[in-house]
């Protein structure tokens, strides 16, 4: 089917910068809107950034001005620049796609919304 995997998360100090990355692949028709969610200890996983095919983006209110999200269409990739991290950005980051893909031996395509396996960011002195 499809798999996305994540990469670039890790321990940054207050302040500091990272930058995630995460590329799907398999049976991909096409792919709408892309994202990036997190989950800290003890919470929901909650929307950081989203992306249209358009390249209309959204973004959670603590991470405006600090975060930017941009995807590349052709590679079926997205990406999150972290800028000015705090610890309270410490989470699971779990890359998102709403995928049309083909079916396994068929050629009828479908919908479905799927995850990366996630990574962690720490951010801590």
């Known amino acids: 089917q499809v798999q996305l995997v994540e990469s670039g998360g890790g321990l940054v100090q207050p302040g500091g910068s990272l930058r995630l990355s995460c590329a799907a692949s398999?049976?991909?028709?096409?792919?709408?809107?892309m994202g990036w969610y997190r989950q800290a200890p003890g919470k929901e996983r909650e929307l950081v950034a989203d992306?249209?095919?358009?390249?209309?983006?959204n973004y959670a209110d603590s991470v405006k001005g600090r975060f930017t999200i941009s995807r590349d269409r052709a590679k079926n990739t997205v990406c999150l620049q972290m800028n000015s991290l705090k610890p309270e950005d410490t989470a699971v980051y779990y890359c998102n796609a709403d995928v049309i893909y083909y079916a396994l031996y068929s050629s009828s395509r479908r919908n479905k919304d799927f995850w990366g396996q996630g990574t962690q960011v720490t951010v801590s002195s």
């Open positions: 992306i249209t095919t358009n390249g209309n983006t």
């Open positions: 398999g049976n991909i028709f096409s792919i709408n809107t």
